[in-house]
């Protein structure tokens, strides 16, 4: 038998999504609405157009959550909603159909960070039979080391357990999946950058172009906006022009093997960026476990290589729970509502820009 039933909700950016979670670990429901094919004919996403479809689809996409659990609000013990980090007119739309639906049926209402709940995509270990993913075995354990790695986030965490972790780098600049989706501008390849990057880099030569990794004064700060600049530099070099040349125009110069090779030769150098760091991390703290989360955890280069370079075994989460969605709401906020008390709907605020660990659930006293 479970426990707690919870609706999570998620519009931070361009996916509206809603999931429905038992426990923390057993997936019920998990609706994703992509809004890519909107955004990608402007080359990323547009916040206007962003908050404009949220609201169209927010309604059909909570209920498509329940009907796809065959549920009712009966059944319902709970919602959590994405309150921080993200586009203001996105969240705004999330939160206030959450609190608007906790009134209603008087549901407990909790506020979940988006990057906490990325790490939580890899406590699903169960599933509803009609899902078909595949899940991790079991729970990743403590001290648990976690790398974050999305289009706005690059952090490494040590939680020791749930809500209890603390911060051992980020991003100085650039978050890496900002990176790939910059470079993928510069090589001429289709929005979102990440996945066009992985499937370019296939047919690439990884050792064709030598790009520079950067040295931090933290060893497990990153930086990725150097490692932009130099593909743009060497793209430059490549076909013979200088840096006066219009960046839009580049691609066009480039064959398609050379949109490939360095595809490859940055995709090897971010990913061995990211891995180098985590070794590191692993080796002076020693977890027992180590999980990878956000959008850029998708890449399958990134797993293999982590795997091959860590002396322990990692369960990854499959893809679709790497890259937004709801089910990680839904899963954080089983442990949140172990910990922190349901805000009431009317005093729920939206907080664009707090990082992860200015959440009420990693500041309480432990
Ligand atoms: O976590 P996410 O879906 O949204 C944010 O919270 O930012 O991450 C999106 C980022 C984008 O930058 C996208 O290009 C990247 O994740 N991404 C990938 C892959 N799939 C998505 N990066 C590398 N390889 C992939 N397969
Ligand atoms: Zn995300």
């Keep these: 038998m479970y426990q707690m039933r919870i609706l999570g909700i998620e519009s931070s950016c361009d996916e509206t999504a809603a999931a429905i979670v038992e426990d923390g670990r057993r997936l019920l429901s998990n609706v994703v609405n992509s809004q890519i094919d909107i955004h990608a004919q402007y080359g990323g996403v547009v916040p206007e157009v962003a908050a404009r479809s949220h609201i169209e689809v927010i309604n059909p996409v909570i209920n498509k959550a329940l009907t796809d659990a065959n549920l009712g609000w009966n059944d319902i013990d709970a919602i959590a909603v994405t309150y921080a980090p993200g586009l203001i007119g996105s969240l705004l739309v999330g939160t206030l159909a959450a609190r608007t639906l906790a009134l209603v049926h008087n549901k407990p209402l909790y506020p979940i960070h988006h990057v906490e709940a990325h790490v939580y995509a890899n406590f699903i270990t169960d599933q509803a039979n009609n899902l078909n993913l595949e899940l991790p075995a079991k729970q990743p354990t403590f001290p648990m080391l976690a790398l974050i790695v999305s289009g706005g986030h690059s952090q490494l965490a040590l939680f020791q357990s749930h809500g209890d972790y603390s911060l051992l780098g980020q991003t100085r600049d650039d978050a890496v999946g900002e ?45 990725f906006s150097g490692l932009k600049t ?130 009420a659930w990693s500041k309480r006293d432990a």
């Design 179 to 223: 990176a790939f989706d910059k470079v993928a501008k510069i090589l001429g390849l289709p929005y979102p950058g990440g996945p066009s990057i992985a499937t370019a880099a296939e047919h690439g030569d990884a050792n064709k172009y030598r790009l520079p990794k950067s040295k931090m004064d933290n060893a497990y700060d990153f930086s």
């Design 230 to 359: 130099a593909v743009l530099r060497a793209v430059q070099r490549e076909v013979g022009v200088d840096t006066t040349f219009p960046s839009t125009e580049l691609a066009g110069l480039l064959n398609e093997q050379q949109r490939c090779d360095f595809a490859a030769s940055f995709q090897k150098t971010a990913v061995e960026t990211l891995v180098d760091k985590t070794v590191a991390a692993f080796r002076k703290h020693s977890p027992a476990s180590v999980v990878i989360a956000g959008g850029v955890a998708a890449n399958q280069e990134l797993r293999r290589y982590l795997a091959e370079q860590l002396p322990i075994a990692i369960n990854y989460a499959p893809m679709s729970l790497c890259t937004d969605n709801a089910a990680m709401i839904a899963t954080l906020g089983y442990y949140v509502s172990t910990e922190v008390e349901p805000t009431p709907p009317t005093e729920m605020t939206v907080q664009p820009s707090i990082s992860m660990n200015q959440t």
